[in-house]
């Protein structure tokens, strides 16, 4: 095979209190053709989200990921031409760099004719990634509760109510994943820790009873989202927002700047209220209304 088409979704990650060990894939997906060449050449090209922006050589991350799967094969990589279509923003908490990476591993794979199975893919972009919690919904799928344990992942899917939506509000500001990391404490107190364990469990059972009553509960935290309240003061004003019109839960997108809302009525109430906090706060940004993606990253050629 020479040619190979892959889309990759949108990914959130905790979900509120699940940091690290919770993510969802969302309705939203980036493309990405590979063709190989004869010579060793390397083309990249983006359109969309990055254009302009990202690297268009070794330094790409979709080829770092190639580079990585065919290392692990031991056989050189081959000369090739990168066609990227982004349609999910850099830098907003919604696993761009995730959807980059598995995207890029499956496609090398589907090139060198499937030596890996989907474990053994998640197991290489964790360890490019450095966390589970965006790439293995990419890869499955779904809403996904994350395990590990030294080099061995657990990963359980969770199922998400069909009139479920979640309202995405997506601020015109970029927050370094790095920076959002390196202002979390190096400890926490039992009492936060046990907080956020709770409030996990809640979600989960939640989430498996299809009981929305205990989302605006479950959705909590204290483990990440009040440190970085630091670096994105917008973000309790948009809760607020979301909330008032109506939602049963709210949280900060990964490390952010996105915020996600749930909701299965009202979904344009609760995103007026999100964008009009925003605007109160001198920020604008992008509303959509989007589906949890039962399907993760695939081949579609």
Known sequence: MNNVNVKAPATTANLGPGYDCLGMALDLWNELEVRLLESEDLSIFVRGFGE????????????????????????????????????????RGLGSSSAAIVSGLVAANELCGNPYQINEILEMAVEIEG????????IYGGCRLIAVEEKNIYTVPIPIPADLDAIVFIPDVEISTEEARNILPDTLSYKDAVYNMSRVGLLVAGLFSNNPDYFNVATQDRLHQPYRQEIFRPMKVIFKGALDGGATGVFLSGSGSTVIAFSKDRQMTVGYEMAEAARQCGLE?????????????HVTK
Request: proline letters at 10%; one cysteine or more.
């Open 285 to 297: 940004g992008t509303l959509k209304v989007l589906k949890t993606s039962n399907i993760g990253c």
């Open 131 to 138: 966390h589970p919690d965006n790439v293995t919904p990419c």
């Open 52 to 91: 302009g922006t990202v690297p268009l050589n070794n330094d790409n991350l979709i080829y770092k990921a190639i580079q990585f799967l065919y290392s692990e094969l031991e056989i050189p990589v081959p000369g090739m031409v990168i066609n990227c279509t982004n349609n999910i923003p850099l830098n």
